[in-house]
């Protein structure tokens, strides 16, 4: 295998992930502008949005004001915003096409009609209005694309690239989510707010499809830290970050198997992994969560820059 | 010209349905209209689905216009074939040995039997490819030579491509496709099959390197996803299970080329090369390129790497070379030419241009370095400003051009949209040359969709058809 296209299949998957998770928030997003609208504050917390990636400047020099539509479009259709879904499904299809031969049919036909259905609608100007519909419509369609993958693949090296993109960047996703929500979830043992601060919860669970779940789990009402403990620490909540750098480690270990060879990138995927093996949330809590959550994001892309040095640039 | 008179592939001069097309005339016969469209309808679906999966390689939409597919077979005889085969085996022995001696020591000319500066002249010419000693002594390792038919017996070679000749795989597909439509078709005929190619390549390729590696690492250099042939070499890289490489993927160290891999570099032996000359090397040719690998020249000339086919081939494809072919075929061989040149006129030389300018309304006339059928000029069927312009063409640079009588080329019944009608064709075998020559039976045959169309480029809206060799 070459390295180019370890690369590419690497960043195929970071890319399709990274359109699946923007649905989702986007999702979140409009529930929460919905159900605030008409509330003083919430009008515009929506836009906290764009704090997740980075971009709200971009969006201010687009539109001077911008409203729901104007955020919903900017971070679907825009061509010229890189974290927009077309940017990314974009990228992931010009990756899969170079990538042709590594693919399987499935994989390939899957992603070429998802974008080829998107570009169509962005030509058409977007969904109009039924941004739920489309919103869904993502999610299903990048979800096709990574099941094809799972199902369809020959388990070899190639692989373990592919998979390592699709961790890394849903534990990217699942801590920036957090951390843009963080000033709500307040440290454990303080009063909770009203009914505001509910959806807000609810909308963060949401994102990672946990609200179920968290039922399930804590059988209790919505609490900031177990909120935050479920997507940090909990190893069996697939969008964690316990799990996603479980199955990094897990994939980096096939490599070094393969390979027969140890890199840095597998020191730095132990150590971020311990710390959420084995941490406990009221330290998180502790320490601050914030700081918790801009420290793995920084850890995480260095794990990130770390494997393009160790496989993808060789 | 002859007089609107062409020979056609299936009814000959006279009408009467040829041996070799028995069963496809009467597979035409018996297949009702409405069948047969559902077939075509089938056929395209089918390439439509080979496009999802090859023709996404195209350029801007993402979906490349498959070239045609004509569902009538074109058919030779077994005996028409091994005359063919014998003629392309000996022709690509010939510009093998010319390519050794027009890059070693250029014996043709001392003999007298092409001027030196033909050689030496000549834009393809590549000064460093001289005295490369190539293993086999082969330097067009993947050879594709175009022949026409005008007649029963008279076939002749149009020309030679011995530089990154394309196409192969449409023989492949085409033949694919047929299979699939109609499995009854290959009851009724014996066919000799193609599909062996890829293999055949492949061990080509092993031949060609430098050091006796049993094993040798290969490679199919690519300029990118963005050429037009991108489809056919993700193809053959696939199914020769060899790594499809951009230059970008490939280094040289201390004249040694290797390919990046996670596992760290590898080193590659051969590289099928389907870039021109002028892309290969920024270092030796043209430093803008960014589709080659720097240093990879000195890598071939220090003989830790091969590449197919060899540096400067074009000096014996090129069409003013074109007509002392025979005369190669002669020289080295000691043979007289089995199939035969166009006769061709070099409007270099002086009585020549002269000739031709005086009778362009009847003449092809071609660009010496031109390809794909452009830059060409079809006398009978141009206009008078057409001609004109050529003739002030010709004039400005004489060496520029040559000129062929317009060839009445043979036709093959083909689907257009009043049905079943003739249209010239032509037919580009593969000649592979590695311990041995081998060539699958038949090629690509290429045809002129337009009615009374003499070129079959694609470029130039030809399609294509599956070529079958019978095997009795």
């Not at chain 2, 009467?16 to 395209?44: F, L």
């Not at chain 2, 499809?244 to 080193?267: I, K, N, Q």
């Not at chain 2, 006129?345 to 241009?353: G, M, W």
């Not at chain 2, 470029?459 to 070529?467: A, H, L, N, V």
Request: aromatic residues 10%.
């Amino acid at each position: 295998m070459l390295s180019s296209t370890a690369k590419n299949l690497y960043w195929l998957a970071r890319y399709i992930e990274r359109a699946e998770n923007t649905a989702r928030i986007l999702e979140a997003t409009n529930r929460i502008a919905l159900l605030t609208r008409g509330r003083p504050q919430g009008g515009a917390e929506w836009l906290s949005v764009t704090g997740i990636y980075g971009c709200e400047m971009a969006l201010r020099e687009r539109h001077a004001n911008p409203g729901l539509e104007e955020l919903m479009h900017f971070m679907a259709f825009d061509e010229h915003n890189p974290s927009s879904i077309y940017c990314g499904v974009r990228a992931a299809r010009n990756n899969a096409r170079a990538e042709r031969n590594n693919l399987t049919t499935d994989v390939w036909e899957n992603l070429n009609g998802m974008w080829l259905e998107l570009q169509s609608m962005a030509r058409q100007g977007g969904p109009g209005g039924d941004w739920h519909g489309f919103l869904d419509w993502v999610k299903k369609q990048a979800q096709l694309v990574t099941g094809a993958a799972q199902s369809t693949l020959l388990r070899d090296e190639a692989f373990n690239f592919l998979a390592l993109g699709n961790f890394i960047e849903r534990g990217d996703s699942t801590a920036r989510i957090l951390d843009v929500k963080y000033h709500i979830l307040l440290p454990k043992g303080e009063p909770v707010g009203g009914s505001i601060d509910y959806y807000h919860w609810s909308e963060i669970l949401s994102c990672v499809s946990a609200f179920r779940i968290y039922r399930r789990v804590y059988a209790s009402a919505i609490e900031p830290w177990r909120v935050a403990e479920l997507m940090i620490l909990r190893r069996d909540l697939p969008r964690s970050l316990h799990f996603c750098q479980r199955q990094v480690n897990f994939h980096l270990e096939e490599l070094a198997e393969a390979f027969a060879a140890r890199h840095e990138a597998h020191r730095l995927s132990g150590e971020i992994y311990s710390q959420l093996r084995y941490g406990r949330i009221e330290l998180i809590f502790q320490n601050g969560l914030h700081e918790f959550l801009t420290d793995f994001i920084q850890r995480n892309g260095r794990l990130s820059d770390q494997i393009e040095r160790d496989f993808l640039m060789k | 010209m002859a007089g609107g008179r062409f020979f056609d592939e299936m009814r000959g001069m006279d009408g009467t349905v040829r041996e070799p097309y028995r069963e496809v005339a009467r597979w035409i016969e018996d297949t009702p209209d409405r069948r047969m469209e559902q077939k075509r309808r089938e056929a395209e679906i089918l390439f439509r689905r080979l496009g999802i999966t090859f023709g996404a390689y195209g350029a801007v939409a993402g979906h490349e216009t498959a070239i045609p597919f004509d569902l009538i077979p074109r058919v030779l005889s077994q005996a028409e074939w091994r005359r063919l085969e014998a003629g392309l085996i000996q022709r690509t022995r010939a510009l093998n040995a010319f390519l050794r001696d027009a890059y070693g020591k250029r014996e043709i000319c001392r003999a007298g039997r092409i001027p030196e500066a033909q050689i030496l002249q000549n834009e393809q010419f590549v000064p460093l490819a001289q005295d490369l000693d190539l293993p086999g002594g082969v330097h067009a390792h993947v050879c594709g030579i175009d022949l026409v038919r005008t007649g029963e017996d008279e076939f002749f070679v149009l020309e030679d491509n011995v530089r990154t000749p394309s196409g192969v795989s449409y023989m492949l597909e085409n033949r694919e496709v047929m299979m699939r439509l109609f499995p009854r078709l290959f009851a009724d005929n014996i066919v000799l099959p193609v599909g062996r190619y890829s293999e055949a390549l492949i061990e080509t390729l092993k031949a060609a390197a430098f050091s006796g590696a049993s094993d040798p690492c290969i490679a199919l250099l690519t300029p990118g996803q963005y050429n037009s042939a991108y489809f056919e070499h993700a193809f053959l890289a696939d199914e020769m299970g060899i790594e499809l490489v951009e230059g970008s993927d490939l280094f040289v160290d201390e004249s040694r080329v290797y390919m990046r891999t996670p596992r760290g570099p590898r080193r590659v032996d051969v590289i099928y090369r389907r870039i021109d000359d002028a892309f290969l090397d920024p270092l030796s040719f043209r430093p803008d390129s960014m589709l080659g690998v720097p240093g990879l020249v000195s890598a071939i000339r220090s003989r830790n790497v091969n590449i197919a086919n060899a540096l400067g081939n074009g000096v014996a494809d090129d069409k003013s070379t074109y007509p002392y072919v025979p005369e190669m075929i002669r020289f080295y061989l000691g043979e007289e030419p089995l199939i035969p040149n166009v006769p061709t006129y070099r409007c270099a030389i002086a009585e020549e241009c002269r000739y031709v300018l005086d009778h362009l309304r009847e003449l092809v006339v071609k660009e010496t370095h031109g390809s794909g059928g452009k830059g060409m000029l079809v006398g009978p069927a141009a206009s008078q400003a057409e001609i004109e312009e050529f003739r002030l063409r010709i004039q400005a640079d004489p060496a520029g051009y040559i000129a062929q009588p317009t060839l009445a080329l043979s036709t093959c019944p083909t689907f257009v949209e009043q049905g079943i009608a003739p249209r010239h064709v032509d037919l580009r075998p593969f000649i592979l040359s590695g311990r041995e020559v081998v060539i699958m039976p038949g090629g690509l045959t290429r045809v002129a969709l337009r009615e009374g169309s003499l070129v079959v480029n694609s470029s130039q809206g030809g399609g294509t058809k599956d070529t079958w060799v019978l095997g009795t």
